[in-house]
C-alpha cells in the first residue's frame, strides 16, 4: 500500500513538483498529513494550500505555474507575462501579470505577482507547458502598454517563424501596428 508520501509524489509528478491540498484531498490524503510530511522536511509549503518536492529539478516555467496556483484555478498568465512564457520580446517582467475571474483573492499573494481583471473569451486561453494563459496573439495585443514597440515586432516576426502564430494573425498584429494601435 502506497504512503501518503508517496500519493502526494505521484500528484507532483504531472504538476512540475506541485501538489494542493485540493488535488491531496481528491486523491484520498488528509490533509493534515501534507503538513506532517512538510513538518519532516519532506515536502515544501510553499503558500496557503501549496506544497512543493524539491527534489524536483526546478526549470524557468516553474514561477509561471507557482503564479496560477497561488492566484486559483481559473488563473492564466497574460500580456507580457505570456511573452516571457514564450521567451519572446526580451522582456523579463518583475511582476507575472495574471488574471482570474475570482472576486475574492488571497491578500498573501506576493509582490512578484499582479492581479489582471480576466477580460478573455475562454476559446483565447492555451496550455503551454501545462501552464494557462491567453493565446500569443491576444498577449501580444494586451503587452503594449508593457513592451517597447520595437520589441512587439521582433516578438511578432519570432512568433511567426516559431509557428506560434499564422500568416493572418501576423498581418493583423502588423496592421494594428502600424495604425498606432500599438
Known amino acids: 500500500m502506497a504512503t ?12 512540475r513538483g506541485y501538489v494542493t491540498t485540493v488535488e491531496a ?11 506532517k510530511i512538510a513538518h519532516r522536511g519532506l515536502l515544501r509549503h510553499v503558500a496557503h494550500g501549496i506544497y512543493r518536492f524539491d527534489e524536483f529539478p526546478t526549470t524557468r516555467l516553474d514561477q509561471f505555474y507557482e503564479a496560477l496556483l497561488r492566484v486559483g484555478e481559473d488563473a492564466y498568465l497574460v500580456g507580457d507575462a505570456v511573452l516571457a512564457l514564450y521567451d519572446l520580446a526580451q522582456v523579463n517582467p518583475k511582476r507575472l501579470r495574471v488574471a482570474t475571474t475570482q472576486r475574492r ?14 477580460h478573455v473569451e475562454e476559446h483565447e ?34 512568433a511567426l517563424k516559431q509557428d506560434l502564430i499564422s500568416e493572418s494573425d501576423e498581418q493583423s498584429l502588423r496592421k494594428l501596428l502600424g495604425e498606432g494601435g500599438f
Do not use: C, N
Open 125 to 158: 486561453i492555451t496550455v503551454v507547458e501545462g501552464i494557462r494563459s491567453s493565446t500569443l496573439r491576444q498577449a501580444l495585443v494586451d503587452a503594449r502598454p508593457y513592451v517597447m514597440h520595437e520589441r512587439l515586432l521582433d516578438a511578432i516576426e519570432s
Open 4 to 15: 501518503f508520501r508517496q500519493l502526494a509524489w505521484d500528484i507532483a509528478l504531472d504538476r
Open 25 to 35: 484531498r481528491a486523491s484520498g490524503i488528509p490533509v493534515v498529513e501534507l503538513a
Open 105 to 118: 483573492l488571497r491578500k498573501d499573494l506576493p509582490d512578484w505577482i499582479a492581479i489582471e481583471k480576466a
